[in-house]
Each structure stands twice: as structure tokens, then as C-alpha cells.
């Protein structure tokens, strides 16, 4: 059975750093590429990054570009997502998700429970 | 990027009723597509992919249809559980959604 579970959230003052943790099983993580999508209270879906299988290429939106890192250690089948200078406007539950596919052109199978960041002071 | 834009944006329908959500992309997106279902306090769940393919263990009163920048999906036959909000999902670029489409029973 696969399973995503997300951890690292929080609550956390604006400009600092939290750092995100997807451990996954039941499937071999290194054949797919991963995503982080996040959701704004009483709001819609919104695609943050992604990282291809092999970890060699990593995709991310316009508004988190140069804040955010996403990583995967392959050998721990674990993704991460590094989030840095947070701002009011990244407080959602971040979703980490299994693309269908090795690379980003493809739709999202599988997602986790996720897990509510909030940036406040 | 590639905008999506779902109608309606809620939707009201009585059990047994067919009900149907469209998508329309800013561009053609070469079936490209994915629906998601989501229920309250749930993570999303991937009901189609390539515009049409039925994912694993879907029931098949759901289907979409659709090519280049209009898509749709269809549900028959509108059960109690199949209330939630519906999204959609572009694949041929950055992957962008829809607003979603909030489904209750009337």
C-alpha cells in the first residue's frame, strides 16, 4: 500500500525558515517524481514543486523561486521541502505528492495527509 | 503559466441526477488533464488522468471527455458520497488547477 506521511509543520514567524519531511512507502521512490502542492484555508489547490525521480532536475513555482528547496534522499525514500524568508501568504497545508510518472508532466496518483504551516507573528 | 477555468463554481443536484463540471484551458493542453476529488478535511483524490483514463478502483459512473482547451467531467447516477469539491488539473506545462467546483445535494 503506498503511503505519504508529511511532518515538519508549524507555526512560524515571518522571514524564518521550516523545513518539510515526506516519508514514503509501499512503492519504489526512486522511479517517480515527487511534488509539494498546497492549499490555503477554504482555498483551491496550488502546485508548489516538483523534483524528478532522480532528483537531477527541480521545478517550482514563480512566488516560491529562491525561497524554497526541494530535495530527495532516494536512499530514505523521503522527499523534503526546504522553505525559507516565509511569508503570511505561504501559510497552507502543504501535500506532498507522487507524480504518475519519473518527470513533471503527468498527474498527481498518490498524496499524503498533510500538514498545516502557518506563518505569523 | 497555463490558467484553468472551472465552471460552475458550486453546484447543486439531487441524488440519481447526472451532473456536469467544465474546464476550459488558456491554451491547448493536448489532454494533458486530470479531475481530483476532495472531501471535507481529505487530501485530493485522482478519479481521471489523460482526459478520459478512469484511475484504478473509480467508480465508472465517473468519466471525462474533452480535447484541446475544453474538458469535462461527468458523473452518472450522483450517489451521497460523491459530495466534495472537484478540481482539475493541466499536466502539459507547470501543473496549474482549477478554482474547483464545490458539489452539495439539493
Known amino acids: 500500500e503506498v503511503q505519504l506521511v508529511e511532518s515538519g509543520g508549524g507555526l512560524v514567524q515571518p522571514g524564518r525558515s521550516l523545513k518539510l519531511s515526506c516519508a514514503a512507502s509501499?512503492?519504489?521512490?526512486?522511479?517517480?517524481?515527487m511534488a509539494w502542492v498546497r492549499q490555503a484555508p477554504k482555498k483551491g489547490l496550488e502546485w508548489v514543486a516538483t523534483?524528478?525521480?532522480?532528483?537531477?532536475?527541480?521545478y517550482y513555482r514563480d512566488s516560491v523561486k529562491g525561497r524554497f528547496t526541494i530535495s530527495r534522499d532516494n536512499a530514505k525514500s523521503t522527499l523534503y521541502l526546504q522553505m525559507d524568508s516565509l511569508r503570511s501568504e505561504d501559510t497552507a497545508t502543504y501535500y506532498c505528492?507522487?507524480?504518475?510518472?519519473?518527470?513533471?508532466?503527468?498527474?498527481?496518483?498518490?498524496w499524503g495527509q498533510g500538514v498545516m504551516v502557518t506563518v505569523s507573528s | 503559466d497555463i490558467r484553468m477555468t472551472q465552471s460552475p463554481a458550486s453546484l447543486s443536484a439531487s441524488l440519481g441526477e447526472t451532473v456536469n463540471i467544465e474546464c476550459l484551458a488558456s491554451?491547448?493542453?493536448?489532454?494533458?488533464l486530470a479531475w481530483y476529488q476532495q472531501k471535507p478535511g481529505k487530501s485530493p483524490q485522482l478519479l481521471i488522468y489523460?482526459?478520459?483514463s478512469l484511475q484504478n478502483g473509480v467508480p465508472s459512473r465517473f468519466s471525462g471527455s474533452g480535447s484541446g482547451t475544453q474538458y469535462s467531467l461527468k458523473i452518472n447516477s450522483l450517489q451521497s458520497e460523491d459530495v466534495a469539491t472537484y478540481f482539475c488539473?493541466?499536466?502539459?506545462?507547470?501543473?496549474?488547477f482549477g478554482a474547483g467546483t464545490k458539489l452539495e445535494l439539493k
Open positions: 491554451e491547448d493542453i493536448y489532454s494533458d
Open positions: 489523460n482526459a478520459n
Open positions: 509501499g512503492f519504489t521512490f526512486s522511479d517517480y517524481a
Open positions: 488539473q493541466q499536466y502539459n506545462n507547470y501543473p496549474t
Open positions: 523534483i524528478i525521480y532522480d532528483g537531477s532536475s527541480t
Open positions: 505528492a507522487r507524480h504518475d510518472y519519473p518527470g513533471i508532466t503527468s498527474g498527481f496518483d498518490y
